[in-house]
Structures are given as C-alpha cells and as structure tokens.
Nanobody, 115 residues
Framework: QVQLVESGGGLVQSGGSLRLSCAAP????????MGWYRQAPGKQRELVASVTSDGNTNYADSVKGRFTISRDNAKNTVYLQMNSLKPGDTAIYYC?????????WGRGTQVTVSS
C-alpha cells in the first residue's frame, strides 16, 4: 500500500501564507509526477499544481503567481508554497502521485482562508 502523507494545512487570514508538504516512498517519488489537487465543498476536485521528476511544473491559472510547487529529491517530499491566499482557496488539498495512468492519493489536509 503506497502512502502519501500530507501536512501543513490550517487556518490563515486572507493574504497570508501556508506551506504544504507531502512525503512519498522513494520508489514512487523518483519517477512519478507529483501534484497537488484541491476540492472545495460542492465542487469537483481540481489540479492546483504538478511537478515532473525532472522539475517541470504546471499550475492552474487561478494560482499562478501565488503558489509554488517544488520537490526535494533527497527527502522524497513535494511542497506547495501558498502565498497571498484568498477565501476562494479554501478546500481540502490532496497530494497525488501519477504515472502511466496509475494514481495514488493522500488523505488530504484542510486549508481554510478567512476573510
């Protein structure tokens, strides 16, 4: 059973920052695309950002310029630095590892942004 372990969620005021972390097994981390998704109440889960094993990144338009995804290959950990947070960023954030149609998910971490 592959486990992705997220941490770093919480409650923050609008304009604040949070950093999410996701630790993955080394066998997964080294070759899978790592990503962060989020799901707000009543909405579908959506991609926030992703990073390939060689460091190429992709962002949702809604977070470009505010969020940064990065990976530490020595620690098998992917991060999501979230700045200038807005109430609309409130959601459960999920870590994801994907390769060739095989996908693993973390349990999620709640991010709440108050106005």
């Amino acid at each position: 059973q592959v486990q992705l372990v997220e941490s770093g969620g919480g409650l923050v005021q609008s304009g604040g920052s949070l950093r999410l972390s996701c630790a993955a097994p080394g066998s997964i981390f080294s070759i899978y695309v790592m990503g962060w998704y989020r799901q707000a109440p009543g909405k579908q889960r959506e991609l926030v950002a992703s990073v390939t094993s060689d460091g190429n990144t992709n962002y949702a338009d809604s977070v470009k310029g505010r969020f940064t995804i990065s990976r530490d290959n020595a620690k098998n950990t992917v991060y999501l630095q979230m700045n200038s947070l807005k109430p609309g960023d409130t959601a459960i954030y999920y870590c994801n590892a994907e390769r060739h149609g095989i996908s693993y998910w973390g349990r999620g971490t709640q991010v709440t942004v108050s106005s």
